[in-house]
T-cell receptor, first 110, second 112 residues
Framework: KQEVTQIPAALSVPEGENLVLNCSFTDSAIYNLQWFRQDPGKGLTSLLLIQSSQREQTSGRLNASLDKSSGRSTLYIAASQPGDSATYLCAVKSNYQLIWGAGTKLIIKP | DAGITQSPRHKVTETGTPVTLRCHQTENHRYMYWYRQDPGHGLRLIHYSYGVKDTDKGEVSDGYSVSRSKTEDFLLTLESATSSQTSVYFC???????????FGPGTRLTVL
């Protein structure tokens, strides 16, 4: 059974720092991996989607990498801003369904 | 952003009562999903639909049923609500041929 883990559960960093969020999964037979952002009281917004054949995807200050063999993905955020404060969730598509991590709550301190 | 709305946004009900949550999308997306989100857990799939009148169970489907009579509407019903069904419920949709999920704003359900 596929399991997805995100550590740490919460992270607080000063504004301007570069940071990395981690996502690990137990079964490397995935179709793709997605990163989402969730703001308090709101729905989720898709940030990046990496197909299983890809190694990374970039969007603006965000870069997501995928290493299937080790069961890991990272989300790199460059030059963090207070507006980046949110919960970040990763999800892997496995057996036609998304399996989700519990998320990392990120706080960027001004 | 895809136009996905959920109603109601908040609901408080009593144990044993039936509850129906509605998801409405204006994007003509083929696939629709119902998730629940609980503290310490990621989202968990309740039911999904791959077309009108085509639905299937997800990971945590016990106690829930769904219906999809039109492309734009996906209903989630709790036949007899229990306190363990207190949660935040999210609806999502996906356009055919892609994997990007678009989410509604969520419904916070409290079962007393």
């Amino acid at each position: 059974k596929q399991e997805v883990t995100q550590i740490p559960a919460a992270l607080s960093v000063p504004e301007g720092e570069n940071l990395v969020l981690n996502c690990s999964f137990t079964d490397s037979a995935i179709y793709n991996l997605q990163w989402f952002r969730q703001d308090p009281g709101k729905g989720l917004t898709s940030l990046l989607l990496i197909q299983s054949s890809q190694r990374e995807q970039t969007s603006g200050r965000l870069n997501a990498s995928l290493d299937k063999s080790s069961g890991r993905s990272t989300l790199y955020i460059a030059a963090s801003q207070p507006g980046d404060s949110a919960t970040y969730l990763c999800a892997v598509k496995s057996n036609y369904q998304l399996i989700w991590g519990a998320g990392t709550k990120l706080i960027i301190k001004p | 952003d895809a136009g996905i709305t959920q109603s109601p946004r908040h609901k408080v009900t009593e144990t044993g009562t039936p509850v129906t949550l509605r998801c409405h999308q204006t994007e003509n997306h083929r696939y629709m999903y119902w998730y629940r989100q609980d503290p310490g857990h990621g989202l968990r799939l309740i039911h999904y639909s791959y077309g009108v009148k085509d639905t299937d169970k997800g990971e945590v489907s016990d106690g829930y049923s769904v219906s999809r009579s039109k492309t734009e509407d996906f209903l989630l019903t709790l036949e007899s609500a229990t306190s363990s069904q207190t949660s935040v419920y999210f609806c999502a949709s996906v356009r055919g041929g892609t994997d990007t999920q678009y989410f509604g704003p969520g419904t916070r359900l409290t079962v007393l």
